[in-house]
């Protein structure tokens, strides 16, 4: 009798232990391998429907967690623990993320799907060869604004922002490089400025625009601008693109002293459990209907040159959202300026949202 109750006790505590470790793996973290993918992305950054569409066509089961920062990205893959077979960073980003040894190369032969992208984001200085990552979208960083909340006001430059007449109007997308970016530009410095005084310099600017900033926020600044909760915002261009989609009051614009371009790009992290699963999703990804689908639905521009010719002209002819050569002249890409420096702008960045009242 004994024997008989401590084999069924063994069992309960290992189907127990068995519960706990299933929820455990899927939980939060990313649990991939087998059948399944993680995939880490931005937040509003994909079609829902393609998701669907993949897991139909593949018989795979898609786990999907979003982030809203570079920052927060490479914090969470870089403490471990986590097993995303996809993630979406941004050039200076992936630079870092290969520095430290923490990206798996793509094999280019299981994405033949590479051939659909334009060359021109091919082959780009922070992933020479596309070794360890493949585009997604690009974009710029600039001004959406209201005119009809603010009598016809028009922005030109950055300088604009620092108006009298725009007290607590100004919404801040939160991104260190982003806003501390835009303090060093409306100074004519570049993006990825390293000497101190001027770091400096455009900090206190940036703490002198307080009286007009609103909000920092997150994906929130789409809803806030469409429902005309504030007339300004500093703003990536594909949530402008958004935004303008669905409230034909705003307008965007990349100021004149420049701004920053970006690249969004797929990678391997090489914590990654379905090596196989990551090269099929990114394929899919750039397939010229669902890369033309998924740029309908999230406003980013694509690099995608098949799924251009899909897309409505007046979309791909936007200067706002595909800038000439001479906007392109403008814009400055970020580098990679090294773990110490890129901790400096956080610091700074911190310092300033210290100011709030
Ligand atoms: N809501 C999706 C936002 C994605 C934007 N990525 C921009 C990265 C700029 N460094």
Same mark, same amino acid.
């Given at each position: 009798?004994?024997?008989?109750?401590?084999?069924?006790?063994?069992?309960?505590?290992?189907?127990?232990?068995?519960?706990?470790?299933?929820?455990?793996?899927?939980?939060?973290?990313?649990?991939?391998?087998?059948?399944?993918?993680?995939?880490?992305?931005?937040?509003?950054?994909?079609? #829902?429907?393609?998701?669907?569409?993949?897991?139909?066509?593949?018989?795979?089961?898609?786990? $999907?967690?979003?982030?809203?920062?570079?920052?927060?990205?490479?914090? /969470?893959?870089?403490? @471990? @623990?986590?097993?995303?077979?996809?993630?979406?960073?941004?050039?200076?980003?992936?630079?870092?993320? /290969?520095? %430290?040894?923490?990206?798996?190369?793509?094999?280019?032969?299981?994405?033949?799907?590479?051939?659909?992208?334009?060359? *021109?984001?091919?082959?780009? !200085?922070?992933?020479? @060869?596309?070794?360890?990552?493949?585009?997604?979208?690009?974009?710029?960083? &600039?001004?959406?604004?209201?005119?009809?909340?603010?009598?016809?006001?028009?922005?030109?430059?950055?300088?604009?922002?620092?108006?009298?007449?725009?007290?607590?109007?100004?919404?801040?997308?939160?991104?260190?490089?982003?806003?501390?970016?835009?303090?060093? +530009?409306?100074?004519?410095?570049?993006?990825?400025?390293?000497?101190?005084? /001027?770091?400096?310099?455009?900090?206190?600017?940036?703490?002198? =625009?307080? !009286?007009?900033?609103?909000?920092?926020? &997150?994906?929130?600044?789409?809803?806030?601008?469409?429902?005309?909760?504030?007339?300004?915002?500093?703003?990536?261009?594909?949530?402008?693109?958004?935004?303008?989609?669905? +409230?034909?009051?705003?307008?965007?614009?990349? #100021?004149?002293?420049?701004?920053?371009?970006?690249?969004? +790009?797929?990678?391997?992290?090489?914590?990654?459990?379905?090596?196989? @699963?990551?090269? /099929?999703?990114?394929?899919?990804?750039?397939?010229?209907?669902?890369?033309?689908?998924?740029?309908?639905?999230?406003?980013?521009?694509? #690099?995608? *040159?098949?799924?251009?010719?899909? =897309?409505?002209?007046?979309?791909?002819?936007?200067?706002?959202?595909? #800038?000439?050569? %001479?906007?392109?002249?403008?814009?400055?890409? $970020?580098?990679?300026?090294?773990?110490?420096?890129?901790?400096?702008?956080?610091?700074? $960045?911190?310092?300033?949202?210290?100011? *709030?009242?």
């Amino acid at each position: 009798m004994r024997k008989l109750v401590n084999a069924f006790l063994a069992i309960f505590v290992i189907s127990f232990l068995l519960i706990l470790l299933v929820n455990y793996l899927n939980k939060s973290e990313g649990y991939s391998g087998g059948n399944t993918i993680t995939v880490y992305n931005w937040g509003d950054y994909i079609d #829902p429907e393609l998701l669907d569409r993949f897991e139909e066509e593949t018989g795979m089961k898609v786990i $999907y967690e979003t982030f809203d920062s570079n920052e927060a990205m490479m914090t /969470k893959i870089q403490q @471990g @623990g986590t097993f995303y077979d996809v993630a979406v960073p941004s050039e200076y980003a992936i630079e870092k993320m /290969k520095e %430290e040894g923490q990206l798996l190369k793509v094999d280019h032969s299981k994405i033949p799907n590479l051939k659909n992208i334009d060359e *021109r984001f091919l082959d780009l !200085p922070f992933d020479p @060869g596309n070794e360890y990552s493949v585009p997604y979208f690009w974009g710029t960083v &600039g001004i959406v604004y209201n005119p009809k909340l603010l009598d016809g006001m028009e922005f030109h430059s950055w300088n604009d922002l620092w108006n009298e007449e725009l007290k607590n109007e100004i919404l801040l997308v939160d991104g260190a490089r982003e806003v501390i970016g835009f303090g060093l +530009n409306s100074l004519h410095y570049s993006l990825n400025e390293t000497d101190n005084d /001027k770091l400096q310099e455009a900090k206190e600017k940036l703490v002198a =625009l307080q !009286p007009n900033i609103k909000a920092i926020v &997150g994906d929130e600044i789409k809803m806030l601008m469409v429902n005309e909760e504030a007339s300004v915002g500093v703003v990536w261009s594909g949530d402008a693109a958004d935004m303008m989609w669905e +409230n034909e009051n705003l307008d965007y614009v990349v #100021p004149e002293e420049g701004s920053n371009l970006w690249f969004d +790009n797929m990678v391997i992290p090489k914590t990654a459990k379905n090596v196989e @699963g990551a090269h /099929k999703f990114i394929n899919f990804m750039l397939d010229a209907e669902v890369a033309a689908q998924n740029t309908d639905y999230v406003g980013y521009s694509t #690099p995608n *040159r098949e799924a251009m010719k899909l =897309l409505p002209e007046e979309t791909i002819s936007d200067e706002r959202f595909y #800038p000439s050569p %001479e906007l392109t002249e403008r814009l400055e890409v $970020y580098e990679n300026l090294g773990k110490k420096m890129l901790a400096y702008y956080n610091d700074l $960045y911190l310092e300033f949202k210290m100011h *709030r009242k």
